[in-house]
């Protein structure tokens, strides 16, 4: 069956840096583009951007240009998002979606002094 | 940006009823249209792809219809484990956006 299994929570301080992974299996890793999706504690859902599998192409949604980075290890059938310049208001919890269809459980990610 | 509007940000239903959640897009999406379910413990389900598809797995009480900027989701014979925050996303263009959410409750 199709998974994505996330890397555990971490807790950072402003100004370090995270790298997220989504590890997939049951399927063909490139068959599909890699989603990242936020949620503030509390709040809804928002699209970060996606990346081609294929191609390793990233795109980024307009609030997530600059800090975030995401890429692939298609080797591993693994992909990542990484923040720099940690900000406090970049506390949540990251999803990684595989076309959409299939989600991680998410990483929270805790930004504190 | 495509807004996505879910009007009902919660819900109160009682087991066995039909419920209708809806979603509006502040321009047409020609009804590339998804709706995800999140249960209380984070995890996160597609449920409705296209509009109408039915999502592999996914119970067939679960339904979706639309078109335009209109688009709705509906659980006929409402069960315990239904009990969740449901939201819609647009994927008809850049950046894909979702609806606020609508959290359902059992009465």
């Known amino acids: 069956q199709i998974q994505l299994v996330q890397s555990g929570p971490e807790l950072k301080k402003p100004g370090e840096t995270v790298k997220i992974s989504c590890k997939a299996s049951?399927?063909?890793?490139?068959?599909?583009?890699m989603h990242w999706v936020k949620q503030a504690p509390g709040k809804g859902l928002k699209w970060m951007g996606w990346?081609?599998?294929?191609?390793?192409?990233?795109t980024y949604a307009d609030d997530f240009k600059g800090r975030f980075a995401f890429s692939l290890e298609t080797s591993a059938s693994t992909a990542y998002l990484q923040i720099n310049n940690l900000k406090n208001e970049d506390t949540a919890t990251y999803f990684c979606?595989?076309?959409?269809?299939?989600w991680g459980q998410g990483t929270l990610v805790t930004v504190s002094a | 940006d495509i807004q996505m509007t879910q009007t009902t940000s919660s819900l109160s239903a009682s087991l066995g009823d039909r419920v209708t959640i809806s979603c509006s897009a502040s321009?047409?999406?020609?009804?590339?249209l998804n709706w995800y379910q999140q249960k209380p413990d984070g995890t996160i389900k597609l449920l409705i792809y296209?509009?109408?598809s039915l999502h592999s797995g996914v119970p067939s009480r679960f339904s979706g219809s639309g078109s335009g900027t209109d688009y709705s989701l509906t659980i006929s014979n409402l069960e315990p484990e239904d009990i969740a925050t449901y939201y819609c996303?647009?994927?008809?263009?850049?950046?894909?956006?979702f609806g606020g959410g609508t959290k359902l409750e059992i009465k």
């Open positions: 321009q047409g999406i020609t009804n590339y």
């Open positions: 979606a595989s076309g959409n269809a299939y």
């Open positions: 996303q647009q994927y008809s263009k850049l950046p894909y956006t």
């Open positions: 296209y509009t109408s």
């Open positions: 049951g399927y063909t890793f490139t068959d599909y583009s």
């Open positions: 990346i081609n599998t294929e191609t390793g192409e990233p």
